[in-house]
């Protein structure tokens, strides 16, 4: 409901686009990171592009700037990674993980 109001509130089209992804980023690592309802993930046999190892050392390296939520949210597809045995598990983190690093969240308030 709090989301709905807020994006009533908006009037510039890519800010409630922003507020909505950044909604759903938290909505799927909340999911993912409790692991219910068991999730349905035989259409994840395609790996992702970059290794778990490379994102983690791309977000390190601060080669890219980065809200301390991705830092954050990759930890924990890492730490889920590394106590995860199936393949399709892993990649359900690594995309996670991939997807986390190529958005950029901003929580901050322009004060001018």
Wanted: charged residues 10%.
């Amino acid at each position: 409901m709090f989301c709905v109001q807020l994006v009533q509130l908006l009037t510039n089209f890519s800010d409630v686009v922003s507020v909505i992804r950044s909604f759903l980023c938290t909505l799927f690592t909340v999911y993912v990171v409790q692991g219910t309802p068991e999730l349905q993930l035989d259409h994840l046999q395609d790996p992702p592009d970059k290794s778990l190892f490379s994102i983690v050392q791309e977000v390190l390296s601060g080669g890219v700037i980065m809200d301390e939520h991705v830092f954050k949210l990759v930890q924990v597809c890492t730490d889920m990674y590394e106590n995860t045995a199936g393949p399709s598990l892993r990649n359900l983190y690594t995309w996670a993980a991939t997807i986390a690093v190529s958005y950029t969240f901003s929580f901050g308030i322009n004060a001018s």
